[in-house]
């Protein structure tokens, strides 16, 4: 009994705790979503042990030695790219992509676990003798390392999970220390993307950021180097539209304007909003659900399981689990600034700002607020690569707590 309590107490509960409910809450969906389906007990038994196996990694994770943790970086890192070069010539097909790699019965996706390798070796390339990321030489070697994966994720293709890729460079380069104005060379690109459809916008934008540049006290080319930046991005920024896939297009548009083709492509979110709405304060109950039980609803069990929620179990519901969520975000923030390792505070960084913009986007775009992209809710969408990545990501994390005064 003492042995067993002393297990207990070598787990940061306040990590696995959430993380646990959130898994039960999207068994519970995925079970519902599918109660009508043809192949019900298949996709609540695949999800089941693929939930079984997480919370088996996150525990194993939780008592490896974190220096093997630390040393495996890089080798995972090559491993992970290597994976998303052999899914290119023999993976299996999927929606026009090859995304998964086939092994026996099971069929993984290296894209998921790329995003967990990815984070640990640009932690491990970042904390090394406390590297200057003010310096051009380790800023190009950062930018080299995310960009590798995600060209090769962009060549399945797949824009939604290589946009995540994307989304951990400025945060882990904050909490590397760098400096504010490299930042600002890097966020305002995003903006100058959106308003260089709009030559007015555009106009004002490239204003407001000349403006700034006055003000600050860099040097005369790297403020030039700005400004020419943005100028080019605006103008490279049709031809990057015109690159886009057909549907990747007709996402964006749906997103912008999803009653312009109601039967058509708006049709899924617009489906959402109403399976959301309709569930009010209390939502309808349990397998109640007349959006995804009459399957108004397309991919009710994967990337619109939070609809399924919506409707179900109402405000109420989704305000819990929307609260589960943020205690879970802020905790894994809060540890990031608590622990002594450079290597982890980077690590738990990188981990959370995955779990967050999938969270982020997933939802955004159940309620209209993102374009459909195809990312997973975590712990509650179907998918088992997705699943047992979220539950990596947080037994990792684990790891990070239990030894946060060790190392």
């Known amino acids: 009994m003492a042995q067993f309590t002393n297990f207990l107490k070598k787990i940061d509960w306040l990590i696995l705790g959430p993380t646990l409910i959130l898994i039960v809450i999207g068994l519970m969906s995925i079970f519902s979503a599918t109660y009508y389906s043809a192949d019900n007990q298949n996709y609540f038994a695949r999800q089941l042990i693929y939930a079984t196996m997480g919370i088996s990694f996150m525990l194993i994770l939780n008592f490896l030695p974190f220096k093997l943790i630390l040393k495996s970086s890089y080798f995972l890192y090559a491993l992970s790219i290597l994976s998303l070069i052999v899914v290119l010539f023999f993976g299996v097909k999927g929606f026009g992509a090859e995304r998964w790699l086939?092994?026996?019965?099971?069929?993984?996706?290296?894209?998921?676990?790329?995003?967990?390798?990815?984070?640990?070796?640009?932690?491990?390339?970042?904390?090394?003798?406390?590297?200057?990321?003010?310096?051009?030489?380790?800023?190009?070697?950062?930018?080299?390392?995310?960009?590798?994966?995600?060209?090769?994720?962009?060549?399945?293709?797949?824009?939604?999970?290589?946009?995540?890729?994307?989304?951990?460079?400025?945060?882990?380069?904050?909490?590397?220390?760098?400096?504010?104005?490299?930042?600002?060379?890097?966020?305002?690109?995003?903006?100058?993307?959106?308003?260089?459809?709009?030559?007015?916008?555009?106009?004002?934008?490239?204003?407001?950021?000349?403006?700034?540049?006055?003000?600050?006290?860099?040097?005369?080319?790297?403020?030039?180097?700005?400004?020419?930046?943005?100028?080019?991005?605006?103008?490279?920024?049709?031809?990057?539209?015109?690159?886009?896939?057909?549907?990747?297009?007709?996402?964006?548009?749906?997103?912008?304007?999803?009653?312009?083709?109601?039967?058509?492509?708006?049709?899924?979110?617009?489906?959402?909003?109403?399976?959301?709405?309709?569930?009010?304060?209390?939502?309808?109950?349990?397998?109640?659900?007349?959006?995804?039980?009459?399957?108004?609803?397309p991919a009710h069990h994967t990337d619109f399981i939070f609809s399924v929620l919506g409707e179900e179990w109402g405000f109420l519901g989704v305000i819990t689990v929307l609260f589960i969520f943020l205690f879970l975000f802020l905790y894994l923030l809060w540890l990031a600034n608590s622990v002594k390792s450079n290597y982890s505070q980077l690590a738990i960084i990188g981990l959370t700002t995955i779990l967050a913009f999938h969270t982020v986007i997933n939802i955004g775009m159940t309620i209209g607020f993102a374009p459909v992209t195809g990312l997973p809710l975590p712990f509650l969408s179907y998918g088992g690569s997705f699943l047992l990545t979220s539950c990596i990501a947080i037994g990792l994390t684990l790891n990070f707590s239990r030894n946060k005064f060790n190392v």
């Open 102 to 297: 086939k092994i026996g019965p099971m069929r993984l996706q290296p894209s998921e676990f790329a995003k967990i390798a990815t984070v640990l070796a640009l932690a491990r390339y970042l904390s090394t003798n406390n590297r200057d990321v003010d310096y051009f030489k380790h800023l190009v070697m950062v930018f080299l390392l995310v960009l590798i994966p995600f060209a090769l994720i962009v060549k399945q293709p797949d824009l939604g999970t290589s946009l995540v890729f994307l989304a951990l460079i400025v945060p882990m380069l904050y909490m590397a220390g760098v400096s504010w104005f490299v930042l600002f060379v890097l966020l305002p690109p995003a903006v100058t993307m959106i308003v260089a459809f709009n030559t007015y916008a555009f106009i004002v934008w490239l204003t407001i950021i000349f403006i700034i540049l006055i003000f600050t006290r860099q040097k005369l080319y790297l403020k030039i180097f700005v400004i020419i930046q943005n100028i080019l991005i605006g103008s490279l920024t049709p031809v990057l539209w015109n690159s886009l896939k057909s549907y990747q297009k007709q996402r964006i548009l749906t997103f912008l304007k999803p009653e312009n083709d109601p039967q058509g492509a708006g049709y899924q979110i617009i489906q959402s909003k109403v399976a959301i709405g309709s569930g009010g304060i209390g939502g309808k109950g349990f397998l109640h659900g007349s959006q995804s039980q009459l399957n108004f609803l």
